[in-house]
């Protein structure tokens, strides 16, 4: 089984880091969002803690293949914080992600090319501070067997890392299991052989779960 390899890396807590260039403040804080209005939400809130900056630049990116991506300079030179901001976000793969760098003014111009190393440099510091996981789908399934073959199946699923959702004990002992989708076949031929035929599995619904925190 792979599951660390499937589904797609998204922030689960942001964080925040900050950078100096020439006498200037570079803070980022980054947050998880599952929407446009959220994004909009906490670069709000952002700005009104940091009212007195120069400038609040932001990007987000939202979306298993990025299909939301959006970002400003808030007054920079264009092309000079936004989009560098961005792309740190899609470089690392993240999604469902925003984050915001506050600049405080130091009194020096530092140049294009500054702007763009400390903008990018300052997404990078956030990001050390985050967790991430992975949004993976999955099948839930529901397993049935007696009482005789349930040391089996739990072997099994232990030596496949998976820990069931849910378990009654009464006439035959149901499992209810959680497993990624692209796993569901292997695991029922794996279960069949195991158990000697003496498992009954049925597929209830497809989901998004979170796994693989790292």
């Given at each position: 089984?792979?599951?660390?390899?499937?589904?797609?890396?998204?922030?689960?807590?942001?964080?925040?880091?900050?950078?100096?260039?020439?006498?200037?403040?570079?803070?980022?804080?980054?947050?998880?969002?599952?929407?446009?209005?959220?994004?909009?939400?906490?670069?709000?809130?952002?700005?009104?803690?940091?009212?007195?900056?120069?400038?609040?630049?932001?990007?987000?990116?939202?979306?298993?293949?990025?299909?939301?991506?959006?970002?400003?300079?808030?007054?920079?030179?264009?092309g000079?914080?936004?989009?560098?901001m961005?792309?740190?976000?899609?470089?690392?793969?993240?999604?469902?992600?925003?984050?915001?760098?506050?600049?405080?003014?130091?009194?020096?111009?530092?140049?294009?090319?500054?702007?763009?190393?400390?903008?990018?440099?300052?997404?990078?510091?956030?990001?050390?501070a985050?967790?991430?996981?992975?949004?993976?789908?999955?099948?839930?399934?529901?397993?049935?067997?007696?009482?005789?073959?349930?040391?089996?199946?739990?072997?099994?699923?232990?030596?496949?890392?998976?820990v069931?959702?849910?378990?009654?004990?009464?006439?035959?002992?149901?499992?209810?299991?959680?497993?990624?989708?692209?796993?569901?076949?292997?695991?029922?031929?794996?279960?069949?052989?195991?158990?000697?035929?003496?498992?009954?599995?049925?597929?209830?619904?497809?989901?998004?779960?979170?796994?693989?925190?790292?």
């Amino acid at each position: 089984m792979q599951e660390e390899q499937s589904g797609y890396k998204i922030m689960l807590t942001g964080g925040s880091g900050e950078v100096e260039e020439k006498k200037s403040r570079f803070i980022a804080t980054l947050s998880p969002v599952e929407n446009e209005e959220e994004a909009e939400a906490f670069i709000a809130g952002i700005k009104k803690k940091y009212w007195d900056a120069r400038h609040n630049c932001y990007a987000y990116v939202i979306g298993e293949r990025a299909e939301v991506v959006r970002y400003s300079d808030d007054g920079e030179p264009g092309g000079t914080a936004g989009k560098p901001m961005l792309e740190v976000l899609l470089g690392s793969e993240i999604r469902n992600a925003a984050v915001v760098v506050t600049r405080y003014f130091g009194g020096t111009l530092l140049g294009t090319g500054g702007l763009v190393r400390a903008y990018t440099q300052a997404v990078q510091e956030g990001l050390k501070a985050c967790t991430t996981g992975r949004r993976i789908a999955g099948v839930q399934l529901l397993v049935t067997t007696d009482y005789h073959t349930i040391g089996k199946v739990l072997h099994l699923l232990g030596q496949q890392g998976i820990v069931p959702q849910d378990a009654v004990y009464a006439e035959d002992v149901r499992l209810t299991l959680l497993v990624p989708e692209e796993s569901v076949e292997r695991l029922c031929a794996d279960m069949t052989e195991a158990a000697a035929g003496k498992v009954v599995m049925k597929k209830l619904e497809r989901i998004l779960y979170t796994a693989a925190i790292f």
